[in-house]
């Protein structure tokens, strides 16, 4: 188990991550198969106006000093993938939201439908 502090952190840090957020969609945008818009975080718009080849220098210059002024928590990138089950920070597989152990130990058990232990 991770300890209460390091999971404290990481809820903290998800709670700065405001570029995770999407557009609501409707039941019939759904259907159409419409991707939601992703809604753009203050941070990604100053990097934007720093990559963007059509800003001028002193656009180029301010963006760098208001992102230099915010928070670096708010960075998408200081955000630890944890397993849900035992909060391990390491072998995290994407797929399932576990760590390897977990995987392991939830696949003898039966509660991953589909997986194949492998052999050759």
């Known amino acids: 188990m991770a300890r ?18 999407y557009s609501s969609i409707d039941h019939k945008q759904k259907q159409a198969n419409i991707r939601p818009v992703r ?7 100053l990097k934007q106006i720093i990559k963007s080849s059509d800003s001028s220098s002193e656009e180029v210059m301010t963006a760098v000093e208001s992102l230099n002024k915010r ?43 589909g997986l194949v232990k492998s052999s050759w």
Do not use: H
Request: charged share 35%.
């Open 4 to 21: 209460a502090a390091t999971e404290a952190r990481e809820k903290r840090l998800q709670k700065l991550q405001i570029g995770k957020m």
């Open 39 to 45: 809604i753009q975080s203050p941070r990604e718009k």
């Open 71 to 113: 928070s670096v928590d708010e960075s998408p990138i200081r955000l630890r993938r944890r397993c849900n089950s035992c909060g391990r920070p390491r072998g995290v597989y994407r797929r399932f939201g576990l760590c390897r152990a977990c995987i392991r130990k939830f696949f003898v058990k039966g509660f991953l439908p």
